[in-house]
């Protein structure tokens, strides 16, 4: 398969990266990954990566803003780490001729010609280390950081079970064949400002947590203008919250005034809680899983949903 998306790429001037919408640090660098090392292997060809993106990755490289696409012709679109079309983060671009989908999420629909997916491996970002090095892509030390950046986010520094001895090999070929400086990636991953740490410490003082094992904390907007935090914030700190030993099942639900929803970010330690998310609109990994939802009454459904979820994995488990 990967040797047909070599062919396919190899046949196409003009490339169009994309991934999901609310980018995290493996969409983004799945994408900077592909484009850069097609760049670098195909100098003369065009090739974007699109989509909104955050301050805080801007060190995996720029995005490709402002093109007008309508103006270009014979476009290949390539998706990353985005397993349903609602979700790509490309407004920009409403027309393409060939389209490819790589993505390690759960199936949810085909919308491309080509698809790869492969729900056993740790990120997009492995499986983009895996198509350069099965077909005559080039790779460098800025690709290979990237790819890490964005290993390291999916498996939350490997403490996931995603985390699987191939992920290991793509970390040590990478340290070992390209010297990459892994105390540089983790500073850029996590540094923050103050403010956050301070917003964190909310966060731990205000868990509410129901009767089988589910904590949430709710984030109004007030909250986040008080902290000087952007509404991603709370989402991004979930994993934060993962050994928590009364808990199953962990979220945050903030308000984003700016877009009209709630963002919900949820974590487990057990229960398989997309299904769950999937029924409020949302979606994601068995573990890891996200939704946006209306109100905060939707929240409340969706907290007492998860809560009979944890019941049940309790009552049936013996872990
Ligand atoms: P997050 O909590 O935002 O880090 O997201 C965790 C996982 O859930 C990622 O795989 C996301 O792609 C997925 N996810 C987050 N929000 C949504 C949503 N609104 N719809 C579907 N999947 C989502």
């Not at 062919?7 to 003009?14: D, E, H, Q, R, V």
């Not at 409403?94 to 989908?101: D, G, L, N």
């Not at 390690?104 to 990120?123: A, L, M, R």
């Not at 993962?242 to 709630?262: C, H, M, P, Q, R």
Request: aromatic letters at 10%; glycine letters at 6%; hydrophobic letters at 35%.
């Amino acid at each position: 398969m990967y040797k047909d998306i070599y062919k396919t790429i190899k046949s196409y001037n003009n490339i169009v990266i994309a991934r999901h919408v609310g980018v995290d640090p493996d969409a983004m660098a799945s994408s900077m990954a592909l484009r850069d090392s097609i760049k670098l292997t195909f100098p003369d060809k065009n090739v974007y990566a699109i989509g909104n993106g955050t301050v805080k990755l801007t060190f995996m490289g720029p995005l490709d803003k402002g093109i007008d696409f309508d103006q270009i012709n014979d476009i290949l679109l390539i998706v990353v780490d985005t397993p349903d079309k609602r979700r790509v983060d490309m407004e920009d671009l409403t027309h393409y001729e060939k389209s490819i989908k790589i993505d390690h999420h759960p199936f949810v629909e085909k919308f491309c010609d080509i698809e790869v997916i492969d729900d056993e491996k740790s990120s997009a970002s492995e499986m983009i280390y895996d198509l350069i090095c099965s077909t005559p892509l080039k790779m460098n030390k800025r690709i290979c950081e990237a790819i890490f950046a964005g290993v390291v986010g999916d498996t939350n520094r490997f403490l996931f079970n995603n985390s699987k001895p191939e992920t290991f090999s793509v970390i040590a070929d990478m340290i070992r064949d390209y010297g990459i400086n892994i105390t540089k990636v983790y500073y850029n991953l996590y540094k923050r400002p103050l403010s956050e740490v301070k917003f964190f410490g909310y966060m731990a003082d205000n868990i509410e947590t129901t009767d089988n094992g589910v904590g949430y904390i709710i984030v109004k907007n007030d909250t986040l203008t008080s902290y000087n935090v952007d509404s991603a914030t709370a989402g991004n700190l979930i994993n934060e919250f993962n050994n928590i030993g009364e808990l199953l099942v962990w979220l945050s639900a903030t308000e984003d005034v700016k877009n009209g929803f709630i963002r919900v970010s949820a974590r487990s330690r057990g229960p398989i809680i997309n299904k769950v998310l999937e029924k409020h609109g949302g979606g994601g990994h068995a573990l890891a899983s996200g939704a946006k939802v209306k109100t905060f009454e939707d929240v409340e459904k969706l907290i007492k949903d998860l809560d009979n979820l944890c019941k049940e994995y309790s009552e049936s488990s013996d872990e």
